[in-house]
């Protein structure tokens, strides 16, 4: 699993808190033979580690603390953190390669255009590799992009959630994690 946390100035007060919260919530919730790995952006782009990570006791306390330690600033260039983002997870070994996206997906910078974004991560998760990674979305804020997401997440058969600011998004953790892993049905006949 990949963590993509938004930490653009959209996601101020009580936005941020709750990306801390899921990105807590999602960490101490991997077992020790997971992989994972993390990547903060805004108008930039910064992963924890160039490779994936075992999900040690240690491992997870680090990735938390850079979290913590991170600042707001910045748009969104979510294109930009998307293709990245695929590029990181095809390092994971074999299994299925998952992307975990908190973000209230309101694009500001570069590329704007819903359609763009959409096209532009098809291209990136089809571009040649067997496995597709799958995006699993938790949407923070009331002014969550939800069209944007949900065309992202249908299309690699992820999943998609979104939660207000100001509620508690407990349930919506767990319906979003209890989802990774989990087998698609397709081209199912009778």
Same mark, same amino acid.
């Given at each position: +699993? ?9 996601? =101020? ?6 990306? +801390?919260? &899921? ?10 033979? *997971?992989?994972? /790995?993390?990547?903060?952006? /805004? *108008? ?12 040690? #006791?240690? /491992?997870?306390?680090?990735?938390? &603390?850079? +979290? %913590? ?9 979510? @294109? =930009?953190?998307?293709? %990245?983002? !695929? ?11 998952? !992307?975990?996206?908190?973000? *209230?997906? @309101? ?6 255009? !819903?359609?763009? !974004?959409? =096209?532009?991560?098809?291209?990136? @998760? ?5 496995? %597709? ?11 969550? @992009?939800? /069209?944007?997401?949900? #065309?992202? #997440? =249908? %299309? ?14 407990? #349930? ?13 049905? *397709?081209?199912?006949?009778?």
């Amino acid at each position: +699993v990949l963590l993509l946390l938004d930490t653009s100035l959209s996601m =101020q007060g009580e936005k941020l808190q709750r990306t +801390v919260e &899921a990105a807590d919530f999602f960490l101490h919730s991997l077992q020790p033979q *997971d992989h994972f /790995n993390l990547a903060l952006f /805004n *108008d930039s782009f910064a992963p924890l580690a160039p490779t994936p990570q075992s999900a040690t #006791t240690e /491992n997870v306390e680090r990735a938390l &603390a850079f +979290v %913590k330690a991170s600042m707001l600033g910045g748009g969104t260039d979510l @294109n =930009q953190a998307l293709l %990245k983002s !695929i590029e990181l997870a095809s390092a994971f070994p074999a299994g299925e390669h998952s !992307i975990v996206l908190v973000s *209230d997906a @309101n694009p500001t910078l570069k590329t704007v255009s !819903i359609k763009r !974004i959409a =096209q532009a991560f098809d291209t990136a @998760n089809e571009s040649g590799a067997a496995q %597709k990674t799958r995006l699993y979305a938790l949407g923070i804020g009331g002014d969550t @992009n939800r /069209n944007l997401l949900e #065309t992202l #997440t =249908q %299309k690699c058969k992820g999943y998609f959630a979104q939660a207000r600011e100001t509620e508690d998004i407990s #349930t919506q953790l767990k319906l979003v994690f209890t989802q990774i892993g989990s087998a698609s049905i *397709d081209e199912l006949k009778f």
